[in-house]
């Protein structure tokens, strides 16, 4: 049996880093827009049920869905990042990619402005800090599913 990180094997891990992304935005994302909505620096509620397009999920589904596909890709990366960062900087780093295309990809498709004012402003830094929270949850996840994983697979030995 090959080893891919810490875990036993690849779709082991996938679904693993799936699991922590999903996660992450349901409790360290949407935990983050429980404190920052109340102030005013976030536009919507966490945990918000509102059904979005094409195909009417909830919207918190709906961002726990695509935090699943990034904890994926942090499941490819994570061996990387852990060893020249450490599990939670690393984890916190990852949290920019999200960043980036959200800020490259997705606002220009949406029709969003980019810019300098939009760089500079505080919803700039509320999206950095959001995804950096989310990063920092992946890791934490993803290391709380391998360590499980590892007692039952010792167990089991």
Do not use: C
């Not at 976030?42 to 919207?59: A, I, R």
């Not at 961002?63 to 990042?81: D, N, Q, S, T």
């Amino acid at each position: 049996m090959t080893r891919f990180g810490n875990t036993s094997s690849l779709p082991v891990r996938l679904a693993l880093g799936f699991a922590a992304g999903f996660l992450s935005v349901l409790v360290f994302s949407h935990g983050m827009i429980a404190v920052l909505h109340p102030a005013g620096l976030f536009p919507f509620g966490p945990w918000d049920m509102t059904p979005v397009p094409p195909l009417g999920v909830p919207q918190t589904f709906s961002g726990a869905f695509w935090g699943g596909l990034w904890g994926i890709l942090y499941a490819f990366l994570e061996p990387r990042l852990t060893a020249k960062l450490g599990w939670w900087l690393g984890g916190i780093v990852f949290g920019l990619l999200p960043t980036l295309v959200f800020w490259l990809v997705v606002m220009p498709l949406k029709g969003m402005p980019l810019g300098l004012d939009f760089f500079l402003s505080p919803g700039a830094l509320v999206s950095v800090a959001l995804h950096l929270f989310f990063g920092l949850g992946v890791a934490v996840f993803f290391r709380l599913g391998t360590r499980l994983i590892g007692r039952s697979g010792r167990a089991a030995a």
